[in-house]
């Protein structure tokens, strides 16, 4: 059994919100210890071009991250390939437990464990995740080069998906319950005027369908959210792109919470309802969810942070 790592700073998830804490924290000199999770780098590793990061008119998602990460550990952060399963907010110090069995002691928290793809919860989706039900195009697009596809939702993920699952599908379908999207205008007039897209208003995904040896997918029925008129679709791929959910499980019970499973922070803030544990990102956020409010949010975080140790410090 290792020792516990004790920090001033520890730093939980390793998207936009993570790093820019950890950048914050390293030069207020809290050798902060960030600890990765599941998913190193976070959302943004699951897509291609972000046109939105300032300073960047194109940058690859993946690439991105990289570059967080180099910089955070630049500036003195140790960053640990670890995912914490536990987190105890009433010791002093906090004291979180990763799967690899470590411990880690801190005198403050920041949560940045941002959020995690939605699922429609069709005993049928379920079934066929990993053959040919995904929520990542970027991850899993490729091996779905000449098929047909279809894309469930209407917000910015999902047309951004369709969008890039035409560079291998011959034909993608967009199924959305409403007749418009949800999506920036930008990003609409992209799917539009794509001759590989059609969109099918009206209608959500009632069953994936296919079989069992070899396992994969063959279709999806969909049904008229009106009529209820039932309709097949054939199709080798089914991505589910209709939100996210914040990744708050380990704060579950024990902090303020708020719009479902969001965890609380004060207005102007990062400050949770429990002294020294600040929280950052998406997990906090309900309406903006983007990279650069995600890492806005982890620099105040880092602040906020290092104003509590300073007035507990006296
Ligand atoms: P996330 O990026 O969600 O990162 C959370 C981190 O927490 C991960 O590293 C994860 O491993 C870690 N974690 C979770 N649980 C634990 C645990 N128990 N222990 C340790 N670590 C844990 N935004 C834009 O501004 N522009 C875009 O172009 C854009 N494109 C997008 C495309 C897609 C497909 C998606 C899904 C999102 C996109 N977004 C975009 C939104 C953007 O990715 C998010 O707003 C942003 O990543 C949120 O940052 P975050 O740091 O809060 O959390
Ligand atoms: P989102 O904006 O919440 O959109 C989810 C979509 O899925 C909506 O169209 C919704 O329909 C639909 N939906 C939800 N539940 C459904 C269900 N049970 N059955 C059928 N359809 C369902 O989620 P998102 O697109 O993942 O975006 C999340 C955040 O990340 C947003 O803030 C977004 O701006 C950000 N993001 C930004 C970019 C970018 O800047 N380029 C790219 C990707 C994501 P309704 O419209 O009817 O509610």
């Known amino acids: 059994m290792t020792d516990p790592v004790h920090t001033r700073c520890l730093i939980i998830g390793s998207g936009p919100a993570g790093y820019t804490a950890a950048v914050y924290a390293a030069r207020a000199m809290l050798n902060p210890v960030l600890v990765q999770g599941i998913e ?12 939105n990061w300032p300073g960047d008119t194109e940058v690859q ?7 967080m990460e180099a910089h955070a550990k630049a500036m003195g952060c140790e960053v640990i390939g670890d995912i914490v399963s536990d987190l105890d907010v009433d010791a002093r110090p906090f004291r979180a437990t990763g799967d690899s069995g470590r411990v880690y002691t801190a005198d403050s928290v920041i949560l940045a464990t941002g959020a995690r793809a939605k699922w429609l919860g069709l005993p049928s989706e379920d079934a066929f995740k990993g053959f040919g039900v995904s929520a990542c195009a970027t991850c899993d697009g490729f091996f779905y080069r000449g098929q047909e596809i279809v894309v469930v939702g209407g917000g910015n993920t999902a047309v ?31 799917l539009f005027r794509h001759p590989k897209i059609e969109p099918l ?25 009106e009529t209820g008129e039932i309709t097949e679709i054939r199709c080798k791929g089914v991505f589910i792109a209709i939100g996210h959910a914040p990744a708050s499980e380990l704060v579950k019970g ?20 429990i002294p020294g544990l600040f929280a950052a990102g998406d997990l906090t ?5 983007q990279a ?8 105040m975080a880092a602040l906020d942070a290092e104003k509590f140790l300073a007035d507990q410090d006296g």
């Open 292 to 299: 650069v409010t995600s890492a806005g949010m982890g620099c």
């Open 285 to 289: 956020d309900h309406l903006y969810r």
């Open 201 to 225: 208003w009206f209608h959500t995904l009632d069953e994936v369908v296919g079989t069992d040896n070899p396992k994969g997918v063959e279709g999806v029925r969909v049904k008229h959210v």
């Open 61 to 67: 998602g993946p690439d991105l991250m990289v570059r």
């Open 160 to 190: 951004e998906e369709a969008l890039f699952l035409t560079n291998f599908a011959s034909k993608v379908t967009l199924i959305h319950r409403r007749d418009s999207l949800r999506a920036e205008k930008i990003l609409q007039d992209r």
């Open 254 to 273: 024990k902090v303020e919470m708020h719009h479902g499973d969001y965890v609380r922070v004060e207005a102007g803030s990062t400050r949770t309802s």
């Open 40 to 51: 190193p780098g976070g959302q943004l590793t699951t897509t291609t071009e972000v046109e």
